[in-house]
């Protein structure tokens, strides 16, 4: 099923004004349940205007976005559901951050939904182990964090809402890649353990690679792919073209190919070309046997 | 809501308003403001609305903008007009309500008002919708030049408000995205008792202040680096100079003003 359905979006920025640029063009998009989606993209084509239409930010222009079935705007007075329904972890969280303890931080969004002080704990908590957030952190100062950490606390806000889907715009820009590896895998875990579902916002092919299901490639404004990981990252030539790239080892895998080695190309992450080439290996000393 | 302040913003353009010597823009722009506190009668308003629109054609900027910059006031001038509507007394009332009487005289000074206000917004926003923040400041510095004498330091105020106009956008665009972030989590910014909207603040406000905290520190630091002392010695890389176009300019707005102002002795009377 469904969660997410997005019909003839179109948005303009300054319209009618000299200056004017068309972000979003006719967009249509079916987003299923349960599924971690990444997003990519050239920088300005249109993705962080199309996350923040996901829950109800931006007022479409033209169209429509239905969650679960129903249109977000069709009542204005649930526009503050949807957005607790759909978590939208901005890029650099961490300046969001005001709270005196970042157990405070945390439970800013709970609050809001006006849950009760038992529920709102065992929440914080909740989303302070996910995010890997200690019981010292959460005593103290968010301001006397180290910026990876900032921006742990900062998902632990949106996480603690327990959010039906969570959207990211870039959660790992200019962390190191201890930082990101962290971050990713905590989101992962808890889309595999509460069966929400994912955006991911990334400029990073390797990340898109390694953790999403489905790829959406957007391109001035329209949608040029919404397809499995492997099918977008089959399609090398045009991503390059699109300055998006793909990842490295697919890379290896073409230049393989290109020297003539019998080996396939859909091989987007590392484990599956360890398997790939260990296969590989296996047919040529089979073949050599024979 | 915040995308509608065009205060200090420009429009960058090539017309003869956008090229005129910004020293002499800024003086042409007060003695604008002066003309219009100093005329009180209707032709003169008239031809100091001729002379603001045909700047306007002149530069070149969509009068779509006008709409824009007087939009925020709008409350101020109608708060304006109603008091000075039932406060201003006269021989003969107009309409009679109740108690409230509404002379001719008011309504009159109310039109005189309105149209006054109107114009002042519109003829200072020109300044600021064609002179870039870099020429405005270097113009303001020019002028201010001589308090130098008596040590008031021009360089270092002329770079205040060089920084402080440049961080405007920035800022707004920073209070944006916090709002934004903030109204994800659920944040309640535009509902509730006074007290609930003031609390709502906090959310906002201490991210902005720290960010604006971190950007002061990281701009002084960019400024060390590159051997920023203040203005003793510093040469510039863009000369003020004053041609003859500019000069041709002037004179006409002067001749403009005066015209204007001469509608005082013609018509000596309000109307």
């Given at each position: 099923m469904s969660i997410l359905k997005i019909e003839n979006l179109s948005y303009t920025y300054n319209e009618g004004m000299p200056g004017a640029t068309k972000a979003l063009d006719d967009i249509n998009l079916e987003i299923?349940?349960?599924?971690?989606?990444?997003?990519?993209?050239?920088?300005?084509?249109?993705?962080?205007?199309?996350?923040?239409?996901?829950?109800?930010?931006?007022?479409?222009?033209?169209?429509r976005i239905l969650l679960e079935g129903k249109d977000i705007w069709k009542d204005y007075e649930d526009i503050r559901q949807v957005r607790f329904s759909v978590g939208l972890v901005f890029q650099y969280p961490e300046y969001q951050l005001f709270e005196e303890t970042c157990y405070k931080d945390i439970a800013f969004g709970p609050k809001n939904m006006g849950l009760d002080e038992e529920e709102i704990d065992r929440r914080v908590k909740m989303a302070a182990q996910f995010c890997g957030v200690t019981d010292e952190m959460l005593a103290g100062s968010p301001f006397d964090l180290s910026g990876g950490q900032k921006r742990r606390v900062a998902i632990a806000g949106i996480i603690a809402m327990m959010p039906k889907m969570l959207v990211l715009d870039e959660p790992c820009a200019g962390l190191d890649p201890e930082g990101r590896e962290l971050i990713l895998s905590q989101v992962k875990n808890y889309q595999l353990t509460t069966g929400s579902t994912v955006i991911l916002v990334s400029h990073s092919m390797e990340d898109i690679a390694n953790y999403a299901d489905k790829v959406l490639v957007m391109e001035n404004g329209h949608i040029y792919n919404y397809d499995t990981t492997e099918k977008v990252f089959r399609d090398a030539e045009n991503l390059s073209r699109m300055g998006l790239g793909i990842p490295d080892i697919t890379k290896v895998f073409l230049k393989l190919k290109e020297m003539g080695v019998d080996i396939g190309t859909d091989v987007y992450t590392i484990p599956y070309a360890v398997k790939s080439l260990l296969k590989y290996k296996e047919a040529k000393r089979r073949g050599t046997d024979a | 809501m915040l995308k509608d302040i065009t205060i200090g913003q420009h429009f960058p353009g090539n017309s003869p308003v956008h090229n005129l010597d910004a020293r002499l823009k800024i003086v042409i722009t007060v003695l604008f403001v002066v003309v219009m506190f100093m005329s009180t009668n209707f032709p003169g308003l008239i031809l100091s609305a001729v002379f603001v629109l045909t700047m306007y054609k002149l530069s070149g900027i969509p009068l779509k903008m006008l709409k824009k910059s007087i939009k925020p006031l709008l409350p101020l001038i109608f708060f304006t007009v109603v008091l000075n509507l039932f406060f201003i007394t006269g021989e003969v009332p107009l309409i009679k309500i109740g108690a409230l009487e509404i002379y001719m005289e008011a309504v009159i000074f109310c039109i005189v008002m309105i149209s006054r206000i109107l114009l002042l917004i519109c003829g200072t926003s020109l300044l600021t919708y064609t002179t870039s923040t870099i020429a405005l400041t270097d113009g303001l510095e020019a002028l201010m030049k001589p308090l130098n004498k008596i040590n008031f330091p021009v360089h270092e105020m002329a770079m205040m408000m060089t920084i402080a106009l440049r961080f405007i956008p920035t800022l707004i665009e920073e209070t944006e995205k916090i709002m934004n972030a903030q109204k994800s989590r659920g944040a309640l910014l535009d509902s509730g008792t006074f007290m609930d909207r003031i609390k709502a603040l906090v959310p906002i406000l201490v991210p902005l202040f720290i960010s604006a905290f971190r950007r002061a520190e990281e701009l002084a630091t960019a400024m060390e680096c590159r051997c920023y002392h203040g203005g003793e010695g510093r040469t510039r890389l863009r000369q003020l100079k004053i041609t003859k176009d500019d000069i041709r300019y002037t004179v006409v707005c002067m001749v403009f003003f005066a015209v204007i102002l001469s509608m005082k002795i013609f018509f000596k009377r309000v109307i």
């Open positions: 299923e349940e349960g599924t971690f989606v990444g997003v990519i993209g050239h920088t300005g084509c249109g993705k962080s205007t199309l996350i923040s239409h996901f829950n109800g930010l931006t007022k479409p222009q033209a169209g | -």
